[in-house]
């Protein structure tokens, strides 16, 4: 079972910047090969998928983050990143990193990492 901890997140103010990782472990094999996502979920509301990363190489974004946020990955490092420049105070909430074909299993998801934006 492949388990994912996610790190990076703080207080930080309009405009600027953080980035996020997402380290996997456990039984995972061919890293690569597996498409990832960033989520979010902020206080009273759904979780969302942020950002997406395929096997490929393609990404896709929410329409809120297109052009300040960016998804990469280190398969070496069997790590996934969120670069988040720009933020805004709406960009708070708890980002989570998860397999889009696991995000329906509640025991899939990591404990999240906190990013407030605010002056």
């Known amino acids: 079972q492949v388990q994912f901890v996610e790190s990076g997140g703080g207080l930080v103010e309009p405009g600027g910047s953080l980035r996020l990782s997402c380290a996997a472990s456990?039984?995972?094999?061919?890293?690569?090969?597996?498409?990832m996502g960033w989520y979010r979920q902020a206080p009273g509301k759904q979780r969302e998928l942020v950002a997406a990363?395929?096997?490929?190489?393609?990404?896709n974004y929410l329409d809120s983050v297109k052009g300040r946020f960016t998804i990469s990955r280190d398969s070496a490092q069997n790590t996934v990143y969120l670069q988040m420049n720009s933020l805004k105070p709406e960009d708070t909430a708890v980002y989570y990193c998860?397999?889009?074909?696991?995000?329906?299993?509640?025991?899939?998801w990591g404990q999240g990492t906190q990013v407030t934006v605010s002056s």
């Open positions: 998860n397999r889009p074909k696991s995000a329906s299993n509640p025991a899939s």
């Open positions: 456990g039984s995972i094999f061919g890293f690569r090969f597996i498409d």
């Open positions: 990363l395929t096997s490929g190489g393609e990404t």
